[in-house]
């Protein structure tokens, strides 16, 4: 079980994230799929990209086009329990198209440079792809 303390944590860090992208909704075009990321709260790459790119992802084109949505491995919503438990390396990033069909997937946080360019990367291939 999590310290109080991470569980606070967690949930000021949803709050966020959940507040900027409502706030930005209705200047967004509409939602082209979702990113999904895998965290656990033990790794500190999962951290720092809750801490440095999570705040502004909703505020960009990529956010407006793949919100976010952060499964966490210990609580996975119904709907990625399955697949939470199957991934082994955090955070895990999974770009869905609005079918639900995966578009690409990466996997680890080594800063806010190669998170972008593999975003790009995928979100470009999808739209080159009928």
Same mark, same amino acid.
């Given at each position: 079980m999590m310290p109080v303390r991470w569980r606070v944590g967690w949930l000021v860090v949803w709050w966020i994230m959940a507040g900027s992208g409502w706030l930005h909704a209705a200047e967004r075009p509409e939602a082209a799929g979702r990113l999904i990321? /895998? #965290?656990a709260d033990y790794c500190p790459y999962c *951290?720092?990209?809750? *801490?440095? =790119?999570? +705040? =502004?992802? +909703? *505020? !960009?084109?990529?956010?407006?086009?793949f919100p976010l949505? #952060?499964?966490?491995?210990?609580?996975?919503?119904r709907e990625w329990e399955s697949l939470a438990w199957e991934i082994? %390396?955090? +955070? !895990? %990033?999974?770009? &869905?198209?609005?079918?639900?069909?995966?578009?690409?997937? /990466?996997?680890?946080?080594?800063g806010e440079e190669p998170f972008?360019?593999? &975003?790009?990367?995928? $979100? =470009?291939?999808? =739209? $080159?792809? +009928?």
């Open positions: 990321v /895998f #965290v *951290k720092e990209f809750l *801490k440095v =790119v999570a +705040p =502004v992802y +909703p *505020k !960009t084109d990529l956010g407006g086009r949505e #952060v499964v966490d491995h210990f609580s996975p919503s082994r %390396f955090y +955070p !895990t %990033f999974l770009v &869905m198209d609005g079918q639900g069909r995966e578009l690409g997937r /990466f996997r680890g946080y080594r972008w360019s593999e &975003m790009e990367r995928i $979100a =470009v291939r999808r =739209v $080159a792809t +009928p």
